[in-house]
């Protein structure tokens, strides 16, 4: 396979996000990384490294869940 059509798994996506391969693994299976560009090999996602180009992943150790609106006064 040519070095333009290389693939990654999820050791390459880990290191690319800069996050565990057990970390890339739940992210895939919580449905929080891009569809795989591969699907031959059962269990064995692929992506090409252009499919993380212009992705963002979701949270980026932000939980947006955990923090009020700034611009309201907190409560209590």
């Not at 693994?25 to 929080?32: H, P, V």
């Not at 891009?34 to 992705?55: A, C, G, V």
């Amino acid at each position: 396979m040519a070095d333009d059509q290389q693939l990654w798994g999820y050791t390459e996506v880990a290191k690319h996000l800069g996050i565990s391969v057990g970390a890339a693994r739940n992210r895939k299976n919580r449905g929080t990384l891009p569809d795989p560009d591969d699907t031959s090999i059962p269990d064995r996602p692929r992506w090409k490294p252009s499919t993380f180009q212009d992705w963002k992943p979701l949270g980026q150790g932000h939980r947006s869940d955990l923090h009020g609106n700034p611009s309201e006064p907190a409560s209590g």
